[in-house]
Nanobody, 120 residues
Framework: QVQLVESGGGLVQPGGSLRLSCAASGFTFRNFDMSWYRQAPGKERELVAR????????NYADSVKGRFTISRDNAKTTVYLQMSSLKPEDTAVYYCNARRLVLRQYSYYWGQGTQVTVSS
């Protein structure tokens, strides 16, 4: 069955760094765009970063540009999110997402989420 398992979350001080990982299984990873979303308490889930399946192009939310880097390893079927210069407003549950366009419709898979807390 499809699994997306996030890891690497935790408590970090402002200005610190964390690297999130998402290990995928049960589907053809290389054919899927991979993304990280986050959801803070009382807020809607938002896209943080995406890396495409075709040419590994990336896009980021304005709030994380220059601080976060998304990457993927198709051989390990894993996507990463390197987060630096973390701010308290980055505190959220971070979710891994896989997306593929088939016959003009997207199929989505989601992980269970990992908590990131930025606090002194």
């Amino acid at each position: 069955q499809v699994q997306l398992v996030e890891s690497g979350g935790g408590l970090v001080q402002p200005g610190g760094s964390l690297r999130l990982s998402c290990a995928a299984s049960g589907f053809t990873f290389r054919n899927f765009d991979m993304s990280w979303y986050r959801q803070a308490p009382g807020k809607e889930r938002e896209l943080v970063a995406r890396i495409t399946s075709t040419d590994e192009s990336t896009n980021y939310a304005d709030s994380v540009k220059g601080r976060f880097t998304i990457s993927r390893d198709n051989a390990k079927t894993t996507v990463y999110l390197q987060m630096s210069s973390l701010k308290p407003e980055d505190t959220a549950v971070y979710y891994c997402n896989a997306r593929r366009l088939v016959l003009r419709q997207y199929s989505y898979y989601w992980g269970q989420g990992t908590q990131v807390t930025v606090s002194s």
